[in-house]
């Protein structure tokens, strides 16, 4: 059962309780990422999501690690571009300690002057190896040339400049004015109650500013573009994307039909063709990247720099079919089960539940059920998916990314085409 309160200053608090678990996950989700930053603050929320683990009045950063650990528990935190999110996974009867633990850390971390030091030498380390990893890298590369001048198009981990940058006040600051309550949901799914979950919460969080401070940033405008950054490396790395759907369009589950065709399955066109009939890659997929306002279908394969030109235009071919011609009942039908069943499997983990619970208030403002999900996938036809390949695959919004060493690269982007 999905229970939904709002806390007087206007903290959602919201509810899955499922009797037969073990465990519940509860999340602290702040509707505030990276894309809600200015330029000069470019990865301030990752950074101030390192900080409230370093430690409170209350507890050490050892003391946070020991407790969690003592009751065989998980706790993490993430940044997106749209959110940030401090979770908790335990056994159902250590729910007040871990509401105690997250409460203490969202609301009371310390921002000492020496973590700030040294959680800024470790971020940087974490550009640098993200630098390094070419395959990672070239996703990055890929956002900041496709989403050109718009904040989506930000680095999460910010850049050396800016992340060298923040002073304790700024951070504390930030975090203090984004952190508010009408951006703060809150949620739990597993062996929970919500009334506990209620009486837990409201004396902490009660003091919280009911203010809403989500910045609103202009919907992006889609452009042909072409990048090549050259590199010393082994293998040519290609991301090659265009529009795509925001998450509560209502197309999108033909959207996620199309990319799994596409290249999000083993069974897709891609894996099938590039990697398994010619060998070329060892990896190929494409994936949906979906934003409130926004979004992007991407390709990303990797393969020898001499076989660059020729993995494109297979790429290029199979996104010319599923523009023109119409999918099979039989390829619909089993990229369709794919997704419904995958969608199943994840639903048995409490914590999966719970980011359903988070992202359906943050992007639907409703639940939506698992009832209407399953119907909304059985009712996308073959002339759907072609309807709305016909809108996404337009090749003046195409963006190619191309990771590798010197003079692989000859293409132009007028001939970056499906004719």
Not at 109 to 125: A, C, G, W
Not at 306 to 311: Q, S
Request: glycine share 6%; with cysteine; net charge negative.
């Amino acid at each position: 059962m999905i229970r939904k309160s709002v806390l007087p200053n206007g903290i959602r608090v919201i509810t899955e309780d499922i009797p037969h678990a073990y465990s519940v996950s509860v999340g602290i989700w702040v509707a505030n990422g990276t894309r809600h930053e200015p330029l000069h603050l470019n990865g301030i929320a990752h950074f101030i999501e390192h900080l409230l683990f370093k430690g409170t009045e209350r507890r050490s950063a050892l003391d946070i690690a020991r407790e969690i650990d003592s009751v065989g528990g998980v706790l993490n935190a993430f940044t997106s571009r749209e959110l940030v999110c401090y979770y908790a996974k335990v056994l159902h009867n250590a729910l007040p300690k871990v509401i105690d633990l997250l409460s203490d850390i969202f609301l009371n971390s310390l921002f000492d002057t020496d973590e700030i030091e040294k959680e800024r030498r470790v971020i940087l380390q974490e550009i640098r190896r993200l630098e390094d990893n070419p395959d990672d890298y070239i996703h990055d590369l890929f956002s900041r040339n496709f989403w050109k001048d718009h904040p989506l198009g930000m680095p999460i981990l910010g850049n050396e400049e800016s992340v060298s940058g923040f002073s304790r006040d700024g951070l504390f600051g930030y975090k203090n004015e984004m952190y508010s309550a009408g951006d703060i949901i809150i949620t739990a799914a597993g062996k929970v109650k919500h009334k506990e979950l209620l009486d837990l919460l409201n004396g902490a969080f009660a003091r919280i500013s009911s203010r809403g401070a989500g910045a609103e940033s202009p919907v992006p405008v889609y452009k042909k573009r072409l990048e090549v950054i050259e590199k010393d490396l082994e293998q040519t790395h290609i991301c090659l994307g265009t529009k795509s759907l925001p998450q509560n369009h209502p197309d999108r589950f033909a959207g996620f039909i199309l990319n799994s065709i596409l290249g999000g399955s083993m069974s897709s066109r891609l894996f099938q063709e590039i990697r398994e009939k010619k060998g070329l890659v060892y990896s190929v997929y494409s994936y949906i990247s979906a934003h409130a306002d926004a979004g992007a279908l991407v390709v990303y394969a990797g393969t020898g720099h001499e076989k660059f030109d020729e993995v494109l235009q297979i790429v290029l071919r199979e996104l010319k079919n599923l523009r023109n011609e119409p999918v099979s009942h039989l390829e619909l039908d089993s990229a369709r089960e794919q997704i419904k069943g995958n969608i199943l499997l994840s639903l048995e983990s409490s914590d999966n539940r719970m980011s359903k619970l988070a992202k359906n208030e943050i992007y639907f403002g409703r639940d939506i059920s698992l009832e209407e999900i399953m119907a909304g996938f059985d009712a996308v036809t073959p002339e759907k998916v072609l309807q709305l390949a016909a809108e996404l695959l337009d090749e003046e919004c195409f963006t190619l990314e191309v990771m590798t060493k010197p003079d692989v690269v000859r293409i132009t982007p007028a001939e970056l085409t499906l004719a």
